[in-house]
């Protein structure tokens, strides 16, 4: 079975695994799964949970799309006519309690053809990152542990390079180098120079999909029935308009997307319920709120 292929049968397992998993801790809400297809080639399943006992809303993607490359995506790549095949996963979560953390993450897999077939390039891309609203230092530690775990095994010098890229990534830039929570792993454009590396970048694609539900699935279990209040929802509803607002205006993945004449509904799949912007906001000092903020920088979690 070829290597995309292989892929594909993966996503499609570990959006199963996943969702089963978040309905069980959930108790309540159900996935409701949207099946569509690209008029260009391909399709994709979307599903989509809310307002249940402990997610709010979310999402776990599927889709695998092919056909000719658009001229955007001709464009960014530097190459001519070509034809191309992208297939992943993609998941936003968000939870009703503003202690248990958001958490996003994406696996995918890319192929360039020639006008005869002939793949001319491909490459893995991923990761995963947590967006908390408040810090709970076991809760960093545990995540980035998890993810590290995976990928150790790979070589160690990779955790510290990836979660270098995922800090330098998710930040909101025009609000002062802010990031958007307290990273994970991010990593793009891994090509391989033969078949053996091939294979094993696909194993290094599933271990870190894999190491998904271990990583997020315990925080949200120890953080789901802490009390709350109307100042953590505030608190909750504005951390969220950064969440936004990185997004709408930095995240390539939605750029890309919606400039390719992507599936709408499934690109912004990603944002909030709700969320809220209060003018020049700022926590008060000494405050959990603040202690947050004091964290939203690259740190060494492990």
Not at 46 to 72: C, D, Q
Not at 85 to 90: F, K, N, P, T, V
Not at 95 to 115: C, G, I, M, Q
Request: proline residues 5%; hydrophobic residues 35%.
């Amino acid at each position: 079975m070829e290597i995309k292929d292989q892929f594909i049968a993966y996503i499609h397992q570990l959006q199963d695994e996943i969702c089963t998993a978040l309905e069980t801790l959930d108790g309540k809400a159900k996935f409701i799964e949207d099946k569509w297809e690209r008029p260009e080639g391909g399709g994709g399943k979307s599903r989509v949970i809310a307002e249940g006992n402990v997610f709010e809303k979310g999402g776990v993607n599927t889709s695998v799309v092919h056909g000719a490359l658009p001229a955007a995506m001709q464009q960014a790549f530097g190459v001519q006519e070509s034809n191309f095949m992208a297939c992943g996963l993609s998941l936003v979560i968000h939870p009703v309690n503003p202690y248990v953390p958001t958490v996003h993450a994406n696996w995918r897999y890319f192929e360039l053809y020639d006008k005869e077939g002939k793949r001319l390039d491909c490459w893995f891309g991923g990761g995963s990152d947590l967006t908390p609203y408040y810090i709970f230092e076991e809760d960093g530690k545990h995540f980035h542990t998890t993810l590290k775990n995976a990928m150790d095994k790979f070589g160690t010098e990779l955790y510290p390079k990836y979660k270098q890229h995922c800090d330098e990534y998710f930040i909101n830039k025009h609000r002062g180098d802010e990031a958007r929570g307290i990273g994970g792993v991010f990593y793009d454009y891994l090509r391989p120079k033969d078949d053996a590396e091939h294979n094993r970048l696909l194993d290094f694609q599933k271990a870190n999909g894999n190491a998904f539900l271990p990583a997020y699935l315990p925080i949200a279990e120890k953080r789901k029935d802490l009390p709350y209040g109307e100042r953590e929802k505030d608190w909750q509803e504005i951390r969220r308009g950064r969440y936004v607002e990185f997004n709408l205006i930095h995240d390539r993945g939605t750029l890309f997307g919606l400039k390719t004449n992507g599936r709408t509904e499934s690109i912004l799949m990603s944002l909030p319920p709700r969320a809220r912007w209060v003018y020049n906001y700022q926590p008060e000092t000494g405050s959990p709120e603040a202690e947050l903020v004091a964290n939203l920088k690259p740190r060494n979690w492990v």
